[in-house]
């Protein structure tokens, strides 16, 4: 992320916390496909990905004015996102609207299944994804697709910087595992 978006993003984090809803909107579109696949690959449920995008967002809405600058807002946000998919292991489709789950379901999960199969399709590490923790998960995701340091993971996490290390020392082993055995299967 260069300078100048983290900046905008600033600047709309602001405005957001002083009640301007446009700003919030630019901001919901902005994290809604990264959150998408942040949050679908820490739970694997298709189902909660945008009652839990719509929880982050919510909080964001509430909290801005509590944004310090302390860290990217990103990692702030991820940090929401983190804390509600890893509450959300209890969540369950009774909690949904059985209106929304019947109304839009359908539509909605093809249209979000299509995109998940591209994105698993153009990255082999969607499918090995599974053999992860959910904590080997995130620091993969933030480190590779959201571009966050280890410091940064570690502060979100509110873990040492070595624990993530460990994480992701951890997460390459077993991703190093599962392709080699992807491989041994095609030949």
Known sequence: MNDCHSCDEINLIRLTANGNESAFEMLYAIYYKRLFRFIYRLTGRLDLVDALINDVMFVVWEKASSFNGKCKLSTWVFGIAYNKARNSRGYSEK?????????????????????????????????????????????????????????????????????????????????????????????
């Open 95 to 187: 909690e949904l609207s059985h209106d929304v789950l019947e109304e839009d379901n359908q539509k909605h999960m093809q249209r979000s299944m299509d995109w998940v199969s591209r994105l698993e399709e153009q990255d082999w590490l969607s499918h090995a994804f599974e053999v992860l923790s959910m904590e080997q998960r995130l620091v993969i995701e933030l480190t590779y697709y959201q571009g966050m340091s280890y410091p940064e993971i570690a502060r979100m996490m509110e873990c040492s910087e070595n624990t993530v290390k460990t994480r992701m020392f951890y997460a390459r082993r077993k991703l190093a595992k599962k392709l080699l055995e992807g491989n041994s299967k095609k030949n």
